[in-house]
Nanobody, 123 residues
Framework: QVQLVESGGGLVQAGGSLRLSCAAS????????MGWFRQAPGKERVFVAA????????YYADSVKGRFAISRDNAKKTVYLQMNSLKPEDTAVYYC????????????????WGQGTQVTVSS
């Protein structure tokens, strides 16, 4: 069992930055790949970024590549999402999730989810 708690969301102007954190409980964190997804009002939850269990490999949606960076600290059982050059279209609830199997790019591959944190980017 893994419990995930996101933090760090908020209101920021376009061009600004935020860093999201996702704190995990459970002994298996260091063996799990982790992902970030986002869901805008009235839209499906979509992939943002993922990181392998060791942190050696990272994956990004095209829409955030070059602006967002995912990282993790296995000693702290925390995964981060650094978001720079934010745009109004980045506005969404951001969720972290623990990967279970299959593709990193869709929600079906993830077993455990946090409650989400709201990110709002004003123009």
């Amino acid at each position: 069992q893994v419990q995930l708690v996101e933090s760090g969301g908020g209101l920021v102007q376009a061009g600004g930055s935020l860093r999201l954190s996702c704190a995990a409980s459970g002994r298996t964190f260091s063996s799990l790949a982790m992902g970030w997804f986002r869901q805008a009002p009235g839209k499906e939850r979509v992939f943002v970024a993922a990181i392998s269990a060791s942190g050696g490999s990272t994956y990004y949606a095209d829409s955030v590549k070059g602006r967002f960076a995912i990282s993790r600290d296995n000693a702290k059982k925390t995964v981060y999402l650094q978001m720079n050059s934010l745009k109004p279209e980045d506005t969404a609830v951001y969720y972290c999730a623990a990967h279970y199997s299959g593709s990193y790019y869709n929600t079906a591959g993830y077993r455990y989810w946090g409650q989400g944190t709201q990110v709002t980017v004003s123009s």
